[in-house]
């Protein structure tokens, strides 16, 4: 959302103490905000995944919830706040498991991997999001070799995608 405050944050992630207002001019060179998102799993091996709404960037297509941490928040506290925000799931910090980090221009971005148990009862915010489907794993690749997940997301699975297949594999 315009108008959110960002930490900025060095190349490893050390907050700077500045901070970035979402939709500013002039993003400083060389500083980054944090992305974070949960790639969540049902009891019976299924991924959610939301399809991005009409009126955002990357309209229509797919994606796991994401979003900015804002200011004072830590990765795993904007992940699981972006997670209930768009689909209404709730999962504590410490239900979540990094998958791995992807340095991109402007933002450190994290991936997360959480279970729930059940099918939990999915509440999308139709500004954020306009569908979901819980999906294998692999048909998330699929989407993705497809050219149906949102343009960012094709990089973050080429360098995480593996490690979260492992984790997906062993807590299936």
């Known amino acids: 959302m315009d108008g959110e405050l960002w930490d900025?944050?060095?190349a490893s992630g050390a907050p700077t103490g500045?901070?970035?207002r979402r939709g500013g001019l002039d993003f400083p060179e060389g500083l980054f905000h944090i992305v974070a998102s949960v790639?969540?799993?049902r009891g019976d091996g299924l991924v959610l995944m939301t399809r991005r709404a009409a009126v955002?960037?990357?309209p229509l297509y797919w994606e796991f919830p994401a979003g900015s941490a804002l200011a004072g928040e830590s990765?795993?506290?904007?992940a699981?706040?972006?997670l209930e925000e768009e689909a209404g799931v709730r999962v504590g910090v410490d239900e979540l498991e990094l998958v791995g980090r992807v340095v991109e221009r402007q933002a450190l971005f994290d991936l997360y991997f959480a279970r729930v148990s059940g099918d939990p009862v999915l509440q999308?915010?139709?500004e954020e999001v306009c569908e979901s489907a819980w999906v294998p794993f692999a048909e998330t690749l699929r989407r993705c070799d497809a050219g149906?997940?949102?343009g960012p997301w094709v990089p973050r699975l080429e360098q995480l995608g593996a490690r979260l297949a492992q984790l997906i594999d062993a807590r299936g």
């Open 148 to 150: 149906d997940m949102a």
């Open 18 to 20: 500045a901070t970035f």
């Open 39 to 41: 790639c969540v799993m």
């Open 8 to 10: 900025l944050t060095d």
């Open 56 to 58: 955002k960037d990357w």
């Open 124 to 126: 999308l915010d139709p």
């Open 80 to 82: 699981v706040r972006e």
């Open 75 to 78: 990765s795993a506290e904007g």
